[in-house]
Each structure stands twice: as C-alpha cells, then as structure tokens.
C-alpha cells in the first residue's frame, strides 16, 4: 500500500501536467493544490490594469502567489482609515497576505479587519497553466503561470525607497532597509509616522522584501521610467552592495516593469506594519522636502531623493569628529520639486537651523546659526565610492 507522501506527489505531479475542471465530488484540498502556484493576470492591451493597490474587496489582483494556506496579493490588502493629518479617509495597508479558505469551487479570505471570511472568486478550470476564476456573472478571470526566478547577480546589502508625493496626497516618505533587517525612515506626508524613526526587520520579512526586487532584475533596470502624464509622483530605489551604490532607478508614473511595481507595495507600507522609535530630527540635520546636492565652482552634483536618503543613513551610523580638513564641495538643499502642495508636516521643528555644510566627500561640517557645528566622518568618500566626473553638471545647464 503507497504511503500517504507518495500519493501526495503523484497528485502533484498530476495536477501540474493535467487540465482540471471543478466537480462537486473533489474535497477543498484537491483544489487548494491546484491553486498553489504564482500567477499573472492576462490583461488585454486595451483593458490594461491601474497601478492603484486593490482594496481589500477588490476581486481582480493583477498578480499573487498561492499556497495551500495563504493568498498574497503583490499589490496588497487595502482598507480605509482617517488621516488626522488632511482629516480625511484615506488607503490602509493591511499586509499582502491572507489565510483563504474553499468551500467547494468557492475561494475565501479571511477579512484582517473583522475576521469575516469574503467570497473572492469562484474555480472554473486550470487549463495549459491557465488558471481561470469567476468573479460573479458570466465575469471570468484569466490567471498564467508564473516562472519565479530571484536575479542571483546581485546580491546588494541595502535597498533605499523613496517617494516625492504628487499633485495630491501620495505618500512622501523614505525607508532605508539593509541585510540585517535595520530600518531607517522619515516619513514627510501623507502617512501615518511623519518624523524620523528606526527599527528592526524580521528576517522573513526582510527576505520576503529583498526577494521582491531580486524577481524585479535590478541591474537589467532602466535607470529612468516616465509616464506620459503630469501630476505623479516619483519613485526613487537605490540599491547598495558592500557600501557602494550599484543601481539607482527613478521611476515618475509607476512606470517600471510590473515586478519593480510589485517589489514597492511591502517596502512602501512596512513602516505601518512595525514598531517604530523616534529619532530626534538633527540626528543629524535634515529638511523635509529636500535633497542634497553636492556643489563645487560652477558644478553640481544634485542627488536622487533615495541616494540622499541613503547618504543621510551614512552620517546617522557615522562617528562625530574634531578632525580638520580642506573642503572642496558645498553640500546644500534641493526642493522637492515634484510635490506643489503646501506643508504637510508643519508640526517638525528643528533644534538648530543650518548655516552651512561643507565636505571633502568624508568628512562632513555641519554649521548652525546658533553657533553649534557637527562633523562627521563617513570614513570613506562618498562622491569618489558612488560617482564620477561626468556626474556632475553645470550650473548654466540647469
């Protein structure tokens, strides 16, 4: 008599080389392991899907990956929640992963909010990696199978997220995640935290992150995606190995390829899904609503909003020094000139207020009109590590 095992793995080796349509007879496990898998919505090119997350009723993920226990959805979970800042409703993250359930062809989740199971789709058939689901009426969905390979390339050792805001109330925040889970974030606008704050991943969910990006292909990534509408906003990514930055991506639209889209939802909302400690906004300075940008004579070097943010983990984790040294860059302030709304963190006061910042690319000499001065030693060159010459440009060129 065959072992239970070996009657599972012939089913599965069935099931994954059969086409299979529902019977009443078949049990909910049947299914479920005909489910497992990860899967893309086949879209028509004249119906192509928005790259708004779904809310938590939407029946129609763009993408998810199915196991005999949990559906995650790549674009999230959404609920509502009333944003004290704009004192309106706005999009909650609510995780990309739930338990589901079947109950013959039906498939459930479990509502996070409530508990309640919600009827999410109805099984029709799996046919050639084809996996269709109804979704009430005569309304069927087509799902192919998707072939997951994490770009082994690249190992980097810190992702950098950053996001401008919009002509709206697009988050504007920064979150910095390195390979042992550290967190770093500030949160600008239009999110829940609005300050600076660290933290400490899990490593599940800090592989779970890095592993999104790797399916994304880092480095066969343009270094630049814009849609052809205004009012966006604009997502920076850096990526960072062995202390230097090897891929930096703007992204104006959400215009990347849909792993890169996908590889944002958990980054961009895992700041609510955390416990968060305060840091103190001079530690050390930086506006809101600005990027650095290195100068020297009639040259510049203005740095993405990620690369800035990533530079402002350097001096956080930097030692403070008397050190003298022979500047040769002013570091000042670019505005965010992606978002035009007014102020949305008017409640951020800083300590001192900045006079000037000057650099040799290691050191750095923050000078406050207060009469205080910070100098901080990265302990490498920060411009000679991660850029060159032909990266700086012109004054007259702006």
């Known amino acids: 008599m065959k072992s239970k095992g070996t009657i599972l793995v012939l089913m599965l080796i069935l099931i994954s080389g059969c086409d299979f349509a529902f019977t009443r007879n078949w049990t909910d496990n049947k299914l479920r392991n005909i489910l497992v898998g990860d899967w893309e919505l086949i879209i028509e090119e004249e119906n192509a899907s928005t790259d708004i997350p779904p809310p938590l009723y939407s029946r129609v993920p ?40 079947t109950i013959q062809d039906s498939i459930f989740v479990r509502n996070p909010i409530d508990g309640n199971r919600i009827f999410k789709w109805k099984f029709v058939d799996l046919k050639h990696d084809t996996l269709h689901l109804a979704i009430g009426g005569d309304e069927v ?13 690249i190992a980097f050792d810190q992702v950098i997220y950053s996001s401008s805001g919009c002509y709206g109330s697009c988050p504007i925040l920064d979150i910095s995640i390195d390979n042992k889970g550290n967190v770093l974030f500030q949160g600008e606008g239009y999110v829940e935290n609005l300050g600076f704050f660290s933290s400490k991943l899990d490593v599940e969910t800090k592989n779970y992150i890095f592993n999104k990006f790797k399916q994304a292909t880092v480095l066969d990534l343009q270094d630049e995606y814009f849609a052809n ?11 960072v190995k062995s202390g230097k930055i090897v891929k930096t991506v703007n992204d104006y639209g959400k215009e990347g390829p849909k792993e890169l889209i996908w590889a944002y939802t958990t980054i961009a909302h895992i700041y609510s899904q955390i416990a968060l400690s305060s840091i103190p906004a001079d530690e050390p300075f930086y506006p809101k609503l600005h990027y650095f940008v290195f100068k020297k004579s009639d040259y510049s070097l203005p740095l993405e909003k990620s690369e800035s943010f990533y530079l402002w983990t350097e001096l956080k984790k930097s030692r403070e020094t008397t050190q003298q040294f022979v500047p040769l860059y002013d570091l000042s302030f670019n505005p965010n000139n992606t978002y035009w709304g007014a102020d949305p963190n008017e409640n951020r006061v800083h300590k001192y207020t900045i006079k000037s910042i000057t650099t040799d690319g290691k050191l750095y000499k923050f000078d406050f009109e207060e009469g205080k001065t910070i100098t901080y030693d990265l302990g490498y060159n920060f411009i000679d590590r991660n850029f060159k010459g032909v990266n700086f440009s012109h004054l007259n060129s702006f």
């Open 62 to 101: 763009d993408g998810m990956s199915i196991t005999l226990d949990s559906i995650d959805l790549y674009l999230g979970f959404f609920g509502e929640h009333l944003d004290t800042v704009g004192q309106r409703f706005r999009r909650k993250y609510l995780g990309s992963k739930l338990p589901y359930k």
């Open 141 to 153: 969905l087509s799902y192919k199978r998707r072939k997951v390979i994490a770009d082994s390339s």
């Open 229 to 239: 509408h205004t009012d966006a906003e604009t997502i920076t990514t850096t990526f």
